[in-house]
Structures are given as structure tokens and as C-alpha cells.
């Protein structure tokens, strides 16, 4: 299994950016494909983005395109989500996830493994 720590997450001005950081355990972390969800308050947890084993193919989610970058850096067992021109909507706990195959996932059921979260929080 995998173990995973967000971190980075904190409060902000609509327009402004923050950079996460989820650190997995183990040497095996090239071998599995990361995603970040999030999940605002009342609501349901949603994709946000997906990066492959290599870091090769990245997906979107529609509402962060062109605003969030999703990264990894395997020697650092580590994936990042750059988030630039925040908005309040952004506004949510974000988690960190993996799943033990190569392709990319944009649906909850398919990551085995998450972590605890991290909060941001985007004024207006």
C-alpha cells in the first residue's frame, strides 16, 4: 500500500495562487497514477486532475483547465498541483490519491489509496 500527506493548503485572494503537495511512501510510488480530488462543504468529492505514471499525460477536470497544473516528481515521491487565478468556487478540502496502474482515472471508485486533506480557501 501507499501511504500520502497533503500539504500547501491555506487561505487566499480570488486571483491569487497556491502550490499543494502530496508526499507518498514506499518505493513503488513511479509505479502507481495520481489524482487530486476535492470536496467543498455540503457537497460531494469531485475530480480536479490526473497524472500517469511518467508524468506523460495529464487530465483536467473542465473547471480548472487552463488555471491548475498537476505534477509529479518521482526521485521526491511527490505530486503537486500548481493553482493559479484562484476563485472563490475553488474553495474546498483537497485530497490526494493513487491507484496501482499506469493510465489515467477521473472517478472516485477507481483510487485505492487517499489522503487526510488539505484545506484552501479563496476569498472574494
Known amino acids: 500500500q501507499v501511504q500520502l500527506v497533503e500539504s500547501g493548503g491555506g487561505l487566499v485572494q480570488a486571483g491569487g495562487s497556491l502550490r499543494l503537495s502530496c508526499a507518498a511512501s514506499?518505493?513503488?510510488?513511479?509505479?502507481?497514477?495520481m489524482g487530486w480530488f476535492r470536496q467543498a462543504p455540503g457537497k460531494e468529492r469531485e475530480f480536479v486532475a490526473a497524472?500517469?505514471?511518467?508524468?506523460?499525460?495529464?487530465y483536467y477536470a473542465d473547471s480548472v483547465k487552463g488555471r491548475f497544473t498537476i505534477s509529479r516528481d518521482n526521485a521526491k515521491n511527490t505530486i503537486y498541483l500548481q493553482m493559479n487565478g484562484l476563485k472563490p468556487e475553488d474553495t474546498a478540502v483537497y485530497y490526494c490519491?493513487?491507484?496501482?496502474?499506469?493510465?489515467?482515472?477521473?472517478?472516485?471508485?477507481?483510487?485505492?489509496?487517499w489522503g487526510q486533506g488539505t484545506q484552501v480557501t479563496v476569498s472574494s
Open positions: 490519491a493513487a491507484r496501482p496502474g499506469s493510465g489515467l482515472r477521473r472517478t472516485l471508485g477507481e483510487y485505492d489509496y
Open positions: 514506499g518505493r513503488t510510488f513511479s509505479t502507481y497514477a
Open positions: 497524472i500517469n505514471w511518467t508524468g506523460g499525460s495529464t
